[in-house]
């Protein structure tokens, strides 16, 4: 793959076995750059050691993956529910 200019939009569109390869490559061949997508996505970097040191027989990249697809489908369901409050907020206030 070698492809290190991935933004984290991409990394959002990318399925579980894709990010799963690219997290590895990246382990691989662009440490620094992983664990910089890793702050901007904001996954819990006790959570990855935590996972990494306890779940020694499941693939680096496995762990990684799964830690930043559970991360952005909170920061998803976050959106919605700010989405909903600011939509009710100015419903009422139209009032």
């Given at each position: 793959m070698h492809e290190h200019n991935i933004?984290?939009?991409?990394?959002?569109?990318?399925?579980?076995?894709?990010?799963?390869?690219?997290?590895?490559?990246?382990?691989?061949?662009?440490?620094?750059?992983?664990?910089?997508?890793?702050?901007?996505i904001d996954v819990n970097e006790a959570k990855i050691k935590s996972l990494l040191a306890t779940k020694t027989d499941t693939n680096a990249?496995?762990?990684?993956?799964?830690?930043?697809?559970?991360?952005?489908?909170?920061?998803?369901?976050?959106?919605?529910i700010f989405k909903q409050h600011n939509h009710i907020e100015s419903e009422e206030e139209k009032w």
């Amino acid at each position: 793959m070698h492809e290190h200019n991935i933004d984290i939009a991409t990394f959002e569109q990318l399925n579980r076995q894709d990010l799963i390869n690219t997290v590895n490559d990246l382990i691989l061949h662009d440490f620094e750059k992983l664990v910089f997508v890793l702050y901007r996505i904001d996954v819990n970097e006790a959570k990855i050691k935590s996972l990494l040191a306890t779940k020694t027989d499941t693939n680096a990249a496995e762990l990684i993956a799964d830690a930043i697809i559970e991360r952005l489908n909170q920061k998803k369901a976050a959106k919605e529910i700010f989405k909903q409050h600011n939509h009710i907020e100015s419903e009422e206030e139209k009032w």
